[in-house]
């Protein structure tokens, strides 16, 4: 990715972090869903590499849906009020969902869509998210399934993006200051 080198700091988690973390939550999810059909539902479009991977690495059967909310925000302030650009296909009455995320920041988009989607008659409704940036958030959401706690800085990568660049970068890497200043 040499293009985009001067862009980045730091490399926080390589690909094959990432990978080996997948793997785990993998497992574990394949543990507590034994027998049961779960329903992965992946938030637009930061998840798509989460998703991709995850449902891979399940060795269970699966079905997939996607949503995409945008959240209203006054500037930089993220309000907590969301909004539905891309509704589910599925009907979740009686389902077991888990909701795939490429991270939680704020924790408001997360902690409005368990909200919305456990209104509709899920059986259950779970978090799998890869990232968590502690210090960054606002509302506690339980998340079941957690790849890694890290630091509150601007990072990309792994469907992660800024101004919709960086998604394609295998790792997570933190965004050089020149690149947003
Ligand atoms: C990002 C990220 C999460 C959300 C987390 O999505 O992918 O979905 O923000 O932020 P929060 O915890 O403060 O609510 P974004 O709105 O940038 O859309 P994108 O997935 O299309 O990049
Ligand atoms: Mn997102
Ligand atoms: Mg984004």
Redesign the pocket.
């Known amino acids: 990715f040499s293009d985009v080198e001067g862009d980045l700091n730091e490399i926080l988690l390589t690909q094959e972090q990432i990978h080996d973390k997948i793997d785990e939550l993998a497992r574990e999810i394949e543990r507590d869903y034994a027998g049961e059909r779960i329903l992965l539902v992946g938030?637009?479009?930061?998840?798509v590499m989460v998703m991709a991977d995850l449902a891979r690495a399940l060795k269970v059967d699966i079905e997939m849906d996607w949503m995409a909310v945008?959240?209203y925000g006054t500037g930089t302030q993220?309000s907590g009020v969301v909004r539905i650009l891309k509704d589910l296909d599925s009907d979740l009455t009686g389902r077991r969902v888990l909701i795939v995320?490429?991270?939680?920041?704020?924790?408001?988009?997360?902690s409005w869509l368990r909200g919305n989607l456990a209104s509709r008659g899920a059986a259950s409704v779970d978090i799998c998210a890869l990232l968590r940036k502690p210090e960054?958030v606002k509302v506690d959401v339980e998340v079941k399934y957690l790849g890694f706690d890290i630091p509150n800085k601007f990072v990309v990568g792994y469907?992660?993006?800024y101004a919709e660049r960086y998604r394609n970068l295998r790792g997570v890497a933190v965004l050089a200051p020149h690149v947003y200043e």
């Open positions: 938030v637009l479009r930061g998840a945008s959240s993220s995320e490429d991270i939680i920041d704020s924790g408001l988009t997360l960054a469907g992660l993006d």
